[in-house]
């Protein structure tokens, strides 16, 4: 085995970035104009889309500051919550973050075969819940999976190629659209309070404050991996071009994002963009240049997609490896492969979202379900950085020898970060808190068995939050059981 110590496969600046961007611009973008009109009119997603960038930059900023004035912390998310709440808030951290990154990885499969199923010979594929794409969408999984074993350089060189073709056509439809956007179209529903739901089959009026929490979630899924570059932290070149990729990341995702989620209001009505087959995007794009700009939409969503899953099954076993590396979970987490792959840790990630992609098959749990509870799994993590950060601010941690300003506009992005991510939990409810409990119980015998290889007893605070996770698990698994918790 090698040791995470002596890695030699270093990422640089533009693998990094790479990794942020092809973390990030996945199965999303090429969905979101649905997702966000399923429950919005346009005031509301502008509303929802200020609150997310806004948040999201600052959290991108808390990410970039942490990096450069603690470089002594290089693990990312599971450094800086190990540094807040102990062990369990750094396992509890990453595990979950892990573990909505496998998530994740099954909604990526769930559309990249809802993409096929649009194509007339591959209609069997259906939304990507049917029996032929789950079959199918598994011997992907594994074959990705196999592919990352190889190591973390071939596929970042992989990503950062499948990142260059799949930004190119969105860049197309942004052009596209700014020429074929109509302003009476875009100002038509602009402050509606009425709502057609797709599912329903009818219209409901809604407030613009609740449109807006609609918008949160789906919108928060597609920021998702700005934070990719301080996961491979530990296998960077130089800790300075994680905090570089991270912002001109950042940079580029939301400017792909809004431009393409916004610009589609002048399109179509809400109502009709909705109802479009996944990827919607596709539909936008065949309405501007007819058949062939949906299939090539199509084509490059499958390109998104599987090169968003090298980045993705990579990141969340790495995740998991962290804990391992850093003691609050067994170091059998740790081991990496002669290719200085987490080898273990990736067998566990793929092994889950190989699980839920049987789940989606039987419940028919498509996309939207499983990106919600991916991104509920987010929501913590982020808390605990941002709380992190305004701790360090507080307290001075790092700004030994730099200049006052730096440490006030450091404390005004860890108050927005925290406002944001407190509203976020706000926005998800209390049915995903839920859920995450119950995957957070999934890890028990990790971190247990940590403990054990190193003799030290759980603390009281351990004890007490252990039993918490144990009874909100339970709860969830009870509303589960009853259907009083719904997902979805």
């Known amino acids: 085995m090698v040791k995470q110590d002596h890695i030699k496969q270093k990422v640089g600046l533009g693998g990094l970035t790479g990794l942020v961007v092809g973390g990030t611009i996945g199965s999303g973008i090429f969905a979101l104009p649905a997702t ?21 930059f600052s959290l991108a900023g808390v990410y970039r500051n942490l990096t450069l004035q603690q470089p002594d912390i290089d693990d990312g998310i599971y450094g800086w919550s190990k540094h807040l709440f102990g062990h369990l808030g750094g396992f509890i951290a990453n595990y979950g973050h892990g573990i909505g990154d496998a998530v994740g990885d099954a909604s990526y499969l769930t559309v990249l075969f809802s993409a096929f199923g649009s194509f007339g010979i591959f209609s069997f594929f259906g939304n990507g819940t049917t029996w032929p794409s789950i079959i199918a969408a598994s011997i992907v999984l594994w074959c990705v999976t196999a592919l990352v074993m190889h190591g973390v350089k071939t596929d970042t060189m992989m990503n950062n190629i499948t990142t260059i073709a799949k930004v190119i056509p969105i860049a197309m439809f942004i052009i596209l659209a700014i020429l074929n956007f109509n302003p009476h179209t875009f100002m038509a529903h602009f402050n509606s309070t009425a709502v057609y739901s797709v599912s329903a089959g009818h219209w409901t009026h809604v407030s613009i ?52 989620s916004v610009l589609s209001l002048g399109l179509m009505a809400p109502s009709k963009i909705s109802a479009l087959h996944d990827p919607s995007m596709a539909g936008l794009m065949a309405s501007m240049t007819g058949a062939w700009g949906g299939y090539l939409i199509d084509i490059c969503l499958i390109i998104a997609v599987t090169g968003a899953l090298i980045a993705w099954v990579d990141m969340c076993s790495e995740e998991l490896r962290l804990p391992g590396r850093g003691g609050s ?49 987010s929501i913590v993590p982020y808390l605990f950085v941002a709380l992190y950060a305004l701790k360090s601010v507080i307290k001075g941690t790092g700004f030994e020898n730099r200049p006052t300003h730096e440490r006030i506009t450091s404390g005004i992005l860890a108050v927005l970060a925290v406002a944001f991510a407190l509203f976020m939990v706000f926005g998800a409810g209390l049915r995903y808190l839920l859920l995450a409990a119950i995957v957070w119980m999934t890890g028990f015998w990790f971190f247990y068995k940590g403990k054990k290889e190193q003799h030290i007893k759980f603390t009281t605070t351990e004890k007490v939050c252990w039993t918490i996770i144990a009874l909100m698990a339970l709860a969830g698994l009870i509303g589960l059981f009853t259907g009083k918790l719904v997902v979805g």
């Open 209 to 260: 404050f609740d449109q807006s929490k609609t918008v949160l979630l789906s919108a928060m899924w597609t920021l998702i991996g700005i934070e990719s570059g301080t996961i491979f932290a530990t296998r960077a070149k130089k800790l300075s071009d994680v905090a570089k990729a991270t912002t001109i990341g950042a940079v580029i995702v939301i400017i792909l994002l809004v431009g393409t």
């Open 329 to 377: 979970a067994t170091v059998w987490l740790d081991q990496l492969n002669k290719n200085e792959a987490p080898s273990n840790a990736l067998w566990v990630t793929s092994g889950l979202t190989q699980v839920l992609m049987i789940i989606a098959g039987i419940y028919s749990a498509g996309y939207a379900v499983l990106l919600k509870f991916s991104t509920s799994l």
């Open 36 to 56: 966000v009109t399923a429950g919005a009119n346009p005031e509301a997603i502008l509303i929802g889309w200020a609150i997310v960038a806004i948040g999201m």
